[in-house]
Every structure is written in structure tokens, then in C-alpha cells.
């Protein structure tokens, strides 16, 4: 019924950038609100970012200042710039799109995943 694809992963050497991209089709009929997440092996997935319809940017200390969110509505896309990236940034990184069906009725749906790998 919907459908989240990611894009943009792979390997890059500290301190260098990479923009990760995640569209969502289908049965849509309102997104309230797109974010991204990050999983690490051994780790609990962790809040990266996030950008509510009509609400404010939101930003995990470990990102601020370096990787900013955006967003296209008119191709229902929410983009990741990651700048100065670190080998600890290194997991699979989600993104989430909240959609609503009706007023006190909405579904997350996530993209399958990217893997992001930096290097010393």
C-alpha cells in the first residue's frame, strides 16, 4: 500500500559528506511528519532528525552542526546532508514517514534501510 525507498549509502572517508534520500509512494494521504534514524551493530536505533508538517527541526546532540534535514513535499522525499562525517556515524541509517489516515489515526512506515560506513 506505501512504499518508503532509500538511497545515497556506502563508504566515505572522515570528513568527507554524503546526502542519503528517502521517497515515499502509494496510497498516501496526509505525511504528518518524516525523520531519520540510525542503528549501530550492537546498538539501539537512535533519533537523528526529525521535521514535523508545520513544526519544529529536531536534532540528536551528536549531528547538530553537521548533518541537516530536508524535505521535498511536492516528490513526498526527505533528504539527509551528512558533512564531517566520523566513524562513529558508521550504522544503518532508517528513515520514517508518518502518515495520516484521519484525524487520531496514523501508521509509521520506514525505508529499508542504507548502510553507512566511514573510514580513518
Known amino acids: 500500500q506505501v512504499h518508503v525507498v532509500e538511497s545515497g549509502g556506502g563508504l566515505v572517508q572522515a570528513g568527507g559528506s554524503m546526502r542519503l534520500s528517502c521517497a515515499a509512494s502509494g496510497s498516501i494521504f496526509s505525511i504528518n511528519a518524516m525523520g531519520w534514524y540510525r542503528q549501530a551493530p550492537g546498538k539501539q536505533r537512535e533519533f537523528i532528525a526529525g521535521?514535523?508538517?508545520?513544526?519544529?527541526?529536531n536534532y540528536a546532540d551528536s549531528v547538530k552542526g553537521r548533518f541537516t534535514i530536508s524535505r521535498d513535499n511536492a516528490k513526498n522525499t526527505v533528504y539527509l546532508q551528512m558533512n564531517s562525517l566520523k566513524p562513529v556515524d558508521t550504522a544503518v541509517y532508517y528513515c520514517?514517514?508518518?502518515?495520516?489516515?484521519?484525524?487520531?489515526?496514523?501508521?509509521?512506515?520506514w525505508g529499508q534501510g542504507t548502510q553507512v560506513t566511514v573510514s580513518s
Open positions: 521535521i514535523p508538517s508545520g513544526g519544529i527541526i
Open positions: 520514517k514517514i508518518v502518515i495520516a489516515w484521519g484525524p487520531r489515526n496514523e501508521y509509521d512506515y
